[in-house]
């Protein structure tokens, strides 16, 4: 069993930066690739980004691509979501989930935190 938490969301300008946290506790976190979903209202649960459990390899979505890097620190066993350049329709409730296989699905995904709100304003 993993638990996560994620921290880091608030309001912020369009433009602006947020450093989203998905910190973890139980089973060995390491075990394990992490990903990072969004969800606004109305919409389907959108993938944004995910990392292998090693941390060498990162992959992206389209729409973040260039303005957002996850990133993960074992010690810590917390798991990074930097996001810059933000536009309003990054506004979602973000969610970090942790999985066994590498994987931009989120059906993939055993583990969820609660998830933390990010608002941009125009």
């Known amino acids: 069993q993993v638990q996560l938490v994620e921290s880091g969301g608030g309001l912020v300008q369009a433009g602006g930066s947020l450093r989203l946290s998905c910190a973890a506790s139980g089973r060995t976190f390491s075990d394990y690739a992490v990903g990072w979903f969004r969800q606004a209202p109305g919409k389907e649960r959108e993938y944004v980004a995910h990392?292998?459990?090693?941390?060498?390899?990162?992959y992206y979505a389209d729409s973040v691509k260039g303005r957002f890097t996850i990133s993960r620190d074992s010690a810590k066993n917390t798991v990074y979501l930097q996001m810059r350049g933000l536009k309003p329709e990054d506004t979602a409730v973000y969610y970090c989930g942790a999985g066994a296989i590498s994987s931009s699905d989120p059906r993939q995904y055993l583990y969820w935190g609660q998830g933390t709100q990010v608002t941009v304003s125009s």
């Open positions: 990392i292998t459990w090693s941390g060498r390899y990162t």
